[in-house]
């Protein structure tokens, strides 16, 4: 599943200008690789397996922080970062951990120090997808199982199943999540269309929400929505574009978006409440759409900001 890829990425020494310039040329080279590579594992839509509590935000608060992490990020800095203490380190379990997004994510944050539990509806899956992260994150902290006992184990619980069994899956384990930080990737699509996926509309408005109507406790944050599954699996190449986080939880939220930032070279930005969720689940249905009219690994990349 995984290919070997010789190129690493350059070193960006200098800030500003020279940084910006070395990241829009080193992004544009991956992005012409990946082009070449012509791999679509969000691409093909006819694959259905390819890709409140009300708290004031204060983005002008985290903003120095924020620029000075994304700043690590953009330089790489993130895999040079200290390994968490055993006492900090976060135990995050996977719903539904042995797809591509699942498997992707897990091996990323587990490079980054944290502990993975991979989550599965049967032990055999969850077994082969251990041995798949822990060969691209051999120094960590890699568990795997049934749904259930990741999601009582673990302090943050991904949930990274299709679409059709987001809601059976969310009823199923609402109480092993309880209180949780419950981070939602599920993107609502249709598929059998001829002209490819399409976004559905919900009564609740998004995935998201939802999730927080099934599972009240939990305190629910919508994002990771526009990060290929295929290339977050090729964890010797920095990932692009920023993931976009949003909810109604202020510390939850804070908490999801300094994960994002511990994968090389993403960004996260704070996109607002829950009910934006169903923003970011539809642009990926674009994404979907792009990747196959350019054979591509789309992302977003927010200017301005
Ligand atoms: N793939 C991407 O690049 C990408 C990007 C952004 C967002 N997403 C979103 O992230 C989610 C996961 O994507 P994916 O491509 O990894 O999904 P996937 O491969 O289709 O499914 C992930 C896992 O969910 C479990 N599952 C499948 N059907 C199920 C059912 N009926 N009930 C309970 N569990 C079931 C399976 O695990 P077990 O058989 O082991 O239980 C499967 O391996 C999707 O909602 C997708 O929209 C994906």
Redo the contacts with the bound molecule.
Sequence with gaps: MLEEVDDQPPEIAAESADEQSAESQTRDQIAEETREQGEE??ADPED????GVEEPDEPADAAPETRERQSRSRRGDAQAQPVPAEDNQLRIAF??????????LAMRLARSGNMVYI????EE??EE?IAKVKAQAPNGDVFGGL?REGAERADVVFI???????E??LTELADAIGDKVLVD???P?AFGDKDGPRAVDLDDGS?AEQARRIAPDAKVISA???????Q?QRVDRPMQGDVLVCGDHKQAKKQVMDLVEQIEWVRALDAGSLANSRYLENW?VVLIHLNKIYKAHSGVRITGI
Excluded: K, Q
Aim: glycine share 18%; aromatic share 4%.
């Design positions: 594992a969000l259905p397996t390819s890709p719903i539904g951990g042995t797809g591509p997004e699942g498997l992707g989550g599965s509806r049967t899956r969850a997808a749904n990274t199943v299709p679409w059709d069994a987001h059976a899956t990737v599920v993107v699509m995935a990771f929505h526009h990060l290929d599954g295929g977050l990926t």
